[in-house]
């Protein structure tokens, strides 16, 4: 299975279920590597192609179903750029997204998990030109009123010449809800996914603004007299 990024993801592939983690295609992810059957996963892949896949874990599940790690159905493959094994057996890995895929079955379970995957492309439409134009916008206005975007943020997501990366990256850096980050995942058109997250951020601005209205309203009131 070739990839928009040059590489050739097999159609089993290793994968961690984890609560509460995303990752995107071309983000960075540091893991520690700690449990027994992912440090049997890191030693097998380090030896093969160094790849294997994150998906989130649903927890919208019965108690009866609570151990059995249910996955989402999209995943991200994943390229491990660093690993570093320490004296007690753990490893620091960093993991850079590749690519989407979306999970056909689950292969196996022993001694860890594999998936067998298909593609899950990207579809790049001619409307996300302008929902780029207003995304910048709205990242910039989010600096301005002291929200969670920062310099360096910016610094790094406006040279980006590739809209793709450009949104998944946004989306990477600054949704901070499981479900949601995982819906935008999901999502299959670039222009609706950059709709997405620039609807959470337009929200945010617009709380960021009145709570600014509100303080400044607060400080020009004058002090009471007993």
């Known amino acids: ?3 928009d990024n040059d590489f050739e993801i097999p159609n089993q592939v290793p994968v961690m279920t984890l609560r509460g983690v995303v990752l995107f295609p071309k983000a960075m992810m540091p893991l520690r590597i700690f449990e027994e059957r992912y440090r049997l996963m890191l030693d097998d892949v380090l030896d093969g192609n160094r ?3 994150i998906v989130a874990e649903r927890e ?3 108690p009866e179903q609570e151990d059995l790690e249910l996955p989402f159905e999209v995943a991200t493959v994943g390229l491990i750029r660093v690993s570093k094994k320490h004296d007690d057996g753990t490893s620091f890995v960093l993991l850079q997204g590749i690519d989407r895929v979306k999970i056909v079955s689950i292969s196996k379970e022993e001694p860890y998990r594999v998936i067998e995957v298909k593609p899950w492309k990207t579809k790049v439409d001619e409307v996300i030109s302008p929902v780029r134009e207003r995304l910048t916008y709205a990242l910039l206005r989010n600096r301005e009123l002291g929200g969670e975007v920062t310099d360096e943020m910016l610094e790094f997501l406006k040279p ?3 809209d793709v990366s450009f949104v998944d990256l946004t989306i990477y850096s600054l949704c901070k809800h499981t479900l949601r980050k995982q819906a935008m995942l ?3 058109s670039l222009s609706k996914r950059g709709e997405m997250i620039l609807q959470d951020i337009d929200r945010e601005n617009k709380r960021l603004t009145l709570l600014k209205e509100v303080l400044g309203s607060a400080d020009d009131e004058p002090p009471e007299r007993n």
Do not use: G, K, N, Y
Request: net charge negative; no cysteine; glycine share 0%.
């Open 51 to 53: 790849m294997f896949a």
């Open 60 to 62: 919208d599940v019965s």
């Open 186 to 188: 999901e999502v299959q």
């Open 1 to 3: 299975m070739s990839t």
């Open 160 to 162: 980006l010449e590739d």
